[in-house]
């Protein structure tokens, strides 16, 4: 988590950087709080644990069945018989 003072040394260094400048410090503040929150981002994605690959067995085959005819259907072809 990013810190008040850690947002303030930053944006310190980014005003001297840039010649001391004045009435421009809430836009410093803000450069720097961004600037540090996409480190601390970055950081914890390349911290985040990858899963082991698992090589996955194949699905087993669908098998299609034939729809049962209905119960009409099969009282006539038993008559038809």
């Known amino acids: 988590m990013v810190t008040g003072e850690q947002i303030k ?3 310190h260094a980014i005003w001297e950087q ?3 400048p004045e009435g421009r410090d809430v836009e410093y503040h803000f450069r720097a709080k961004k600037t540090l929150e996409e480190q601390e981002a970055s950081r914890v994605i390349q911290l985040a ?3 082991p690959l698992v090589e996955l067995a194949p699905p087993p085959p669908i098998v299609l069945l034939a ?3 209905s119960k009409r259907r099969r009282q006539a072809r038993r008559k038809k018989k």
Do not use: F
């Open 9 to 11: 040394e930053l944006a």
């Open 18 to 20: 840039e010649g001391r």
């Open 49 to 51: 644990p990858t899963a």
């Open 67 to 69: 729809p049962m005819p």
